[in-house]
């Protein structure tokens, strides 16, 4: 039994069987009840509706992205979000540039890159898109964070605690991420008269050894699995963390926590990512209705990495909620609960700074 032999018994169109029974759509109760119950009558059962999920970080590059801690807690509660919606979740592995090989109502994509192939793609076969990560042009609702406000956080703390020559490790990739580090970076070099030295990290190349080779007195790794590779650098160059070199990197690995030294990171919650980005998507194909776009806080774990002096005892690091407050003096950020998330919606020209549910 197809959709077309409902649509044809019960004399609607195609479209019209597809929201009475996923209760999309609008027409009156009357119809939507009739439409039902022929499909009933007739054995009709609704296949369940698909999402798929594409990582676009290094497009038609195959790499297993499930390594990295970002993309399996990404992955993992989008997946949760979707099941929850009753929609299935398809993951495209790294390096697809289309969705031939894949049937889906909707698609998300994780870390667009400029020119992106599933996006452009998503666009040309009329698949409706949400992005974990800023696109860099406007194809539909996007999660992202305030990623030069926690870059600037960053290097104000290293300074803080007396580091002049800060190294940043980012890369030469064109996604907004990278593009949005850079540029604060040197944006805070140039505030505050600091030396630039940025080091363009490419795959199978060890970035760590190129950075220490400046000499500097803090690095900062924008991406997670260097914070490992600056340990291991400093210990065979002999150089004592946090003394003689301070370390920060972006990560959701956990492992840092427990390092030795325990290493100071920029966390993105990329469940709470994951999960906006399905329900914003889910949303689209419901009502047709696109959400603004959400910036989500990044959290600032300071750990002894970057904690010159005496150690930390056993309450734990500091962690800072790292949320935009320059842009817009009248933004407004309401009070939350402690188990509420701190988010900004991003409607139209402006900005609009609201406490949404828990996690």
């Known amino acids: 039994m197809r959709i077309i032999d409902v649509a044809a018994a019960a004399e609607v169109s195609r479209a019209t069987v597809t929201n ?35 990582v676009t970080a290094f497009p038609g590059v195959p790499w297993n992205f499930l390594e990295i801690a970002y993309y399996r807690a990404a992955v993992g509660a989008a997946m949760a979000a979707a099941h929850r919606h009753g929609f299935g979740l398809t993951v495209l592995p790294a390096g697809a540039t289309g969705w031939e090989s894949v049937s889906a109502d ?16 998503a666009a040309r076969a009329g698949i409706p898109v949400t992005f974990l990560g800023r696109p860099s042009a406007s194809r539909g609702s996007w999660i992202d964070n305030y990623h030069d406000v926690s870059t600037k956080a960053v290097l104000d703390h290293l300074a803080g605690q007396g580091a002049h020559r ?28 600091r030396p630039e030295r940025v080091v363009d990290w490419e795959p199978g190349e060890d970035p760590a050894e190129i950075a ?68 914003a998507l889910v949303t689209r194909l419901q009502t047709g209705v696109q959400l603004p776009s959400v910036l989500v806080p990044a959290r600032l774990a300071v750990r002894r990495s970057a904690l010159p002096g005496p150690e930390i005892g056993n309450e734990g690091p500091p962690f800072v909620d790292v949320v935009q407050r320059e842009r817009d003096n009248h933004d ?10 701190q988010l900004t919606r991003h409607e139209g020209n402006h900005t609009v700074d609201r406490a949404f549910g828990s996690k």
């Open 20 to 54: 009475a029974l996923n209760g999309t759509g609008r027409m009156n109760a009357a119809t939507r009840v009739r439409v039902r119950a022929i499909a009933a009558e007739l054995g009709y059962r609704t296949p369940v509706r698909t999402l798929a999920l594409g």
């Open 106 to 121: 909707g698609a998300l994509i994780l870390d667009p890159s400029g020119d992106d192939p599933l996006a452009i793609g």
């Open 166 to 193: 800060i190294t940043l490790i980012a890369s030469s990739a064109t996604d907004h991420y990278t593009r949005s580090c850079v540029a604060a970076y040197r944006a805070w070099c140039r505030a505050h008269g």
């Open 212 to 279: 220490l080779a400046g000499r500097p007195d803090a690095v900062y790794a924008i991406y997670e699995s260097i914070g490992f590779l600056l340990l291991d650098a400093a210990r065979r160059h002999g150089l004592r963390i946090p003394d003689d070199l301070l370390i920060a990197c972006f990560s959701e690995d956990p492992a840092y926590a427990t390092a030795d030294p325990p290493v100071t990171t920029v966390c993105h919650r990329a469940t709470t990512g994951g999960r906006l980005a399905v329900d």
């Open 332 to 341: 407004r950020l309401d009070a939350a609960g402690d188990r509420d998330e």
